[in-house]
Nanobody, 119 residues
Framework: QVQLVESGGGLVQAGGSLRLSCAAS????????MGWYRQAPGKQRELVAS???????NYSDSVKGRFTIARDNSKNTVSLQMTSLKPEDTAAYYC?????????????WGQGTQVTVSS
C-alpha cells in the first residue's frame, strides 16, 4: 500500500518562511504528477502548486513568486518552499500524487499538515 507522509508545517509570523516535504512510500508504484493543495476553514480545497515528472511546475496566482515546488524522483519526494508568508496562507496543506500501482491508477493524498501565519 502506498502512503504519502507530509512534514514541515507549523506557526510562523507574516513575512517568514516554511518548507513542507512529502515522501511517498510503498512497493511497486510509479509517480506521475505531484502537487500541493490547501484548505482553509470554511473554504474549498485549492491547488497551490503542481509539478510533472519532467519538472514542469504550475502555481496558483496567489502564491506565484513566493512559493517554489520541487521534486526528487529518485527519492519519491516533493517539497514546497514557502516564503513571504501571509496570514491568508493559513490552511491545512495536503500533498497529492498521481500514482500507478499494481492495482490501480489514481490520486493519493497525504494526511495534511497545518500552516498558520500570524500577523
Amino acid at each position: 500500500q502506498v502512503q504519502l507522509v507530509e512534514s514541515g508545517g507549523g506557526l510562523v509570523q507574516a513575512g517568514g518562511s516554511l518548507r513542507l516535504s512529502c515522501a511517498a512510500s510503498g512497493n511497486n508504484f510509479s509517480i506521475y504528477a505531484m502537487g500541493w493543495y490547501r484548505q482553509a476553514p470554511g473554504k474549498q480545497r485549492e491547488l497551490v502548486a503542481s509539478i510533472t515528472r519532467s519538472d514542469n511546475a504550475n502555481y496558483s496566482d496567489s502564491v506565484k513568486g513566493r512559493f517554489t515546488i520541487a521534486r526528487d524522483n529518485s527519492k519519491n519526494t516533493v517539497s514546497l518552499q514557502m516564503t513571504s508568508l501571509k496570514p491568508e496562507d493559513t490552511a491545512a496543506y495536503y500533498c497529492a500524487a498521481d500514482l500507478l500501482t499494481a492495482r490501480d491508477y489514481g490520486r493519493y493524498w497525504g494526511q495534511g499538515t497545518q500552516v498558520t501565519v500570524s500577523s
